[in-house]
């Protein structure tokens, strides 16, 4: 349900991370021709993973799904996933450069897998985002020009991210999105103890605050869809952990996304000639950052889509 999941927190706009695109087109055209409410929907479509490189969470999916799922072996057949998956309607490539297998490796998709699928699609004019898993994930990533980091990293010890590494972050002018929130909820399935999760949480936002104090770009996300706790409130508190003040947390939601994705002079202010993009919230987030959480109201290019 869009309104459970989505609207009903204040999301005007969203960006899907992995999905079948003929799907989430399908559900796009239904949300633009007003059969239902919803809001404007961006996504990556199929995401491409390392060859034989399926991450063990997605094992126990059906076969028939991963199948579907692109695991190119070569640069030229990345650039057929990329093409196919853009002009499907796809607004960005998605990789999934480091992957975690059962056995604790992981496996990492070739350079020039990388290379060839960051090229073309910077050559349609569209954004690659990653999922780098690790530091190696993200050197990686680095090293093709990609544009979005998607989550922070783990790993069995600390995972700083130093001063070097984010320097590099932002030579490249990559845009992080923390998914903090994720973090637990993936360690909790997992059955670790508290400690444990709370001390690998605390990684993770360790390297946000690094990241926003270097000046690096932040865009607010959770990874709901994949998680099943659609509850955005947690991502504010941590992040605000992490440092950030009450106009950082909400550049990250307005004005960064909307300059990330090249659409500052029509989405992300209130201003004339722009889309009337606007949530109405129950309270002053600048006093209580949870109150991102509650909206009263939430109008997408003008029409209300919360409450429905």
């Known amino acids: 349900n869009l309104s459970q999941m989505l609207t009903r927190y204040g999301f005007t706009t969203v960006v899907d991370t992995a999905s079948d695109v003929d799907n989430t087109v399908a559900l796009r055209r239904r949300i633009e021709s007003g059969e239902i409410r919803g809001p404007r929907v961006l996504t990556t479509g199929w995401p491409l993973f390392p ?11 059906p076969p028939e799904f991963l199948k579907q799922l692109p695991q190119p072996e070569s640069a030229e057949q990345a650039l057929g996933a990329v093409r196919s998956n853009l002009s499907r309607g796809a607004d960005a490539t998605k990789l999934f450069v480091a992957t975690p297998q059962a056995d604790r490796s992981v496996k990492y998709m070739p350079p020039e897998i990388i290379e060839a699928a960051t090229r073309e699609t910077h050559r349609r004019g569209r954004l690659v985002m990653v999922h780098p898993t690790d530091i190696f994930g993200i050197r990686a990533a680095l090293a093709a020009g990609v544009d979005v980091l998607v989550h922070t990293t783990l790993g069995n010890a600390k ?7 984010i320097q590099a ?7 992080v999105v923390p998914t903090l929130q994720l973090w637990p909820y993936e360690l909790r399935k997992a059955r670790l103890p508290e400690r444990a999760i709370e001390s690998a949480t605390g990684d993770a936002i360790e390297q946000v605050r690094a990241f926003a ?34 106009e950082q947390i909400l550049a990250s939601l307005t004005t960064a996304p909307a300059a990330r994705w090249k659409e500052s002079e029509q989405r992300g202010r209130v201003a004339t000639g722009f889309d009337a993009d606007l949530v109405v919230l129950e309270a002053d987030p600048a006093a209580d950052i949870r109150n991102f959480a509650r909206p009263r109201c939430v109008f997408r290019a003008g029409k209300r889509i919360f409450p429905l």
């Open 159 to 165: 995972t700083g991210w130093d001063a070097t590494l």
């Open 213 to 246: 104090e270097a000046g690096g770009q932040v865009l607010f996300g959770t990874d709901v869809g994949y998680m099943l706790e659609y509850d955005p409130t947690d991502e504010y508190v941590y992040m605000l952990r992490a440092g950030l003040t009450f």
């Open 51 to 61: 060859p034989d490189g399926i991450p063990f969470y997605l094992k126990d999916m």
């Open 169 to 175: 972050m932002l030579a490249r002018d990559v845009a």
